[in-house]
């Protein structure tokens, strides 16, 4: 099966909602052939706005489209998108919740070669600390479609967290996804892994592993960061008495921190969290740099016996 | 100046003078705020709510309205000011600035604040902002409706703002009017003294941008260079306001001290009566 980048569903979603009729417009900050954004600005010239190399004023110029009564989308690399222009994500666009839909790409470790500058891993820990901001973390390709649209007709602020690299399907064509819904992907009964975006897959992979040495995992995409689906983790986390989260993601404040912040309060379960570990990214290929920051299939199923004991 | 005229002139004039008088009483109430940066602005605001801009208190959202962005949220009061004696909401408000359950935030709010088209309050952002809404205005086919943004000195040390410069006048956003509030004070002392801004006017020309100058104290100067801006064509325009903090109550004109201090009961009745007006009058 042909493996895709979650980005490259960023440009051509863009034409769809435009071509159904949606008011979408994007606003870019020279990055717009990085993030696919390139592709709405070919089919809607008028609607695509670039502000160069000015990620604060992006924020503002698409707050400002909203304030007209436009949904406007942002692009940009994760680490720019977001922790460059935060002020103006929590002053300007969560604080008056306009309907400003950040989806830059280029999250997590995965961007590779371009090292620790390049490479957002605290993203998700600033944007759901934002009272309003929805978080959604597509696993795949077919989930950043469905994530986009979600946010367009949605009303109020979205994060959508794009990534570089590509990744095996998961979820089926035409996915759709509903905000603060889980999805269990594989029912198991001794260990529930929670992942999302490109740690999905891993959890899968380690699933399959886990069930050769005779343990059964349960694996559930947590797409929606925030509001998270705390029924459905709930429900699993006392099933299976034991829980993994996985992201491509500093261990602190993302989605494994949100989903312990749950347990401990509605259901205490033993957890082991991956993720990389307080530190920032290095230069590497992503295969390797998913290896040497934990974050491997191996690496999710060896926590899994860790805590199961065996 | 037509008779017609001088009775707009001096009708703008005794709003403001009411308006400087009710921002020193609510931050007098309220007991923090901002007087010097509401004050200094107060001619310029009631030369737009009262002599310029197109808008309907009875139908906030009307579609070919023109647009205020107050970029220097923390002069919150002399928009709120304006919004009451215009009649967006009841002057009783005024009173409640700043405190809990208040539609009057200390900074703009605009899920709070009937009239209030965007929040603000941390600096260097309203320019960005009202590009955005121009933007969309133009692509809605709106020829006619202009955005007015009020910058301070001061705010224009923030690196956004000139982002937003450029972006303006690469995309000829004619119908961006930005007012520059040129007090020369900020919190921690002059401009010229904390970060000399050199020549705004300048600076802005540099920026593609139409330049005009008024007194900003003078609402016929005022009147005069927006009647101008609105006939620019294929860049946007900023009038660069001379204006003096705090002005119209001597103990805090071009005082910095005077820029987040509120003032004691006492310097109320003293700011009040050098206003002529009374603490109670139109209550």
Request: aromatic share 6%; with cysteine; hydrophobic share 45%.
């Amino acid at each position: 099966m042909t493996k895709r980048a979650t980005r490259e569903a960023f440009g051509e979603t863009l034409v769809e909602l435009a071509a159904e009729g949606n008011d979408v417009v994007a606003v870019e900050a020279d990055l717009s052939k990085s993030t696919t954004t390139a592709t709405f600005a070919k089919a809607y010239p008028d609607r695509f706005f670039n502000v160069g190399i000015a990620e604060a004023n992006m924020i503002g110029t698409a707050a400002g489209l909203a304030v007209a009564g436009k949904t406007a989308f942002t692009g940009s690399f994760a680490v720019f998108g977001t922790g460059r222009a935060y002020d103006q994500i929590r002053n300007t666009v969560c604080y008056a919740e306009l309907d400003v839909k950040l989806a830059p790409t280029h999250s997590g470790i995965t961007v590779g070669p371009d090292g620790g500058t390049h490479q957002m891993i605290e993203d998700l820990a600033l944007m759901r600390v934002l009272p309003g901001m929805r978080v959604l973390v597509p696993a795949d390709y077919n989930a950043a479609k469905a994530a986009l649209r979600l946010a367009a007709k949605t009303p109020g602020p979205f994060y959508v967290r794009l990534g570089r690299a590509a990744l095996p399907q998961v979820h089926p064509d035409g996915f759709e996804l509903e905000l603060g819904r889980a999805y269990v992907l594989r029912e198991g009964s001794d260990v529930t892994l929670a992942a999302c975006g490109v740690m999905v897959a891993e959890a899968l992979a380690a699933a399959d592993i886990l069930a050769e040495q005779g343990i059964s995992a349960e694996v559930i995409d947590v797409a929606s960061v925030k509001p998270l689906d705390e029924a459905t983790l709930v429900a699993s986390a006392t099933k299976t008495g034991a829980v993994v989260t996985c992201e491509e993601h500093s261990i602190l404040a993302g989605m494994g921190s949100a989903v312990a912040e749950l347990l401990s309060e509605k259901a205490p379960t033993r957890m082991k969290r991956i993720g990389v570990r307080d530190v920032f990214g290095t230069s590497g290929d992503p295969a390797e740099l998913m290896v040497y920051f934990g974050l491997s299939a191996n690496d999710i199923v060896k926590a899994a016996s860790e805590l199961l004991g065996r | 100046m037509t008779d017609a005229n001088v009775s707009r002139v001096s009708t703008i004039e005794a709003k403001a003078q009411r308006m400087r008088a009710d921002i020193v009483e609510m931050i007098g109430k309220a007991g923090s705020g901002h007087p010097g940066g509401s004050l200094s602005a107060a001619d310029i605001v009631a030369t737009l709510y009262f002599g310029v801009m197109k808008h309907d208190p009875a139908n906030p959202k009307m579609a070919d309205r023109d647009r205020f962005v107050l970029s220097k949220g923390h002069a919150a009061p002399v928009l709120y000011s304006a919004l009451a004696e215009a009649g967006y909401f009841g002057r009783e408000h005024l009173a409640t600035l700043r405190q809990l359950g208040s539609i009057l935030q200390g900074h703009p709010d605009s899920k709070k604040t009937p009239g209030v088209e965007v929040s603000t309050g941390s600096l260097g952002q309203g320019l960005s902002i009202a590009n955005g809404i121009a933007l969309g205005l133009r692509s809605d086919g709106n020829t006619t409706s202009r955005v007015y943004c009020l910058l301070g000195d001061g705010e224009l040390q923030e690196g956004q703002v000139w982002e937003a410069a450029m972006f303006a006048s690469h995309q000829k956003l004619d119908h961006v009017i930005a007012i520059v509030d040129n007090n020369n004070l900020q919190i921690d002392g002059t401009c010229t003294e904390v970060m000399d801004l050199g020549d705004v006017a300048e600076k802005f020309r540099a920026f593609g941008w139409n330049v005009l100058g008024a007194d900003g104290h003078d609402v016929e100067q005022l009147l005069a260079a927006f009647a101008t801006a609105k006939t620019a064509h294929g860049a946007p325009t900023v009038i660069v306001a001379s204006t003096i903090k705090g002005k119209g109550v001597s103990f805090m004109e071009d005082r910095a001290d005077w820029h987040g201090k509120a003032p004691s009961a006492e310097e109320c009745v003293t700011a009040a009566g050098e206003l002529a007006c009374t603490l109670t009058e139109g209550n």
